[in-house]
């Protein structure tokens, strides 16, 4: 999987997978708040710097 997002130029710190059953509403919950914490802790996407400068 890394090799595949290097080559897409994204972060692996920026991409997750996680199954989550639909029985699971509160794990689901809990996932996207600890990765929404996770990229606005990493700030900024230079990627998306980067494109809006060439473009």
């Known amino acids: 999987m890394n090799i595949a997002l290097e080559n897409l130029a994204i972060d692996k710190e920026r991409f997750a997978i996680e199954w989550v059953s639909s029985a699971e509403a509160p794990r689901f919950a809990e996932l ?3 990765f929404t914490d996770q990229i606005r802790a990493l700030g900024a996407n230079p990627l998306r710097e980067l494109r809006a400068k060439s473009a």
């Open 32 to 34: 996207v708040i600890k």
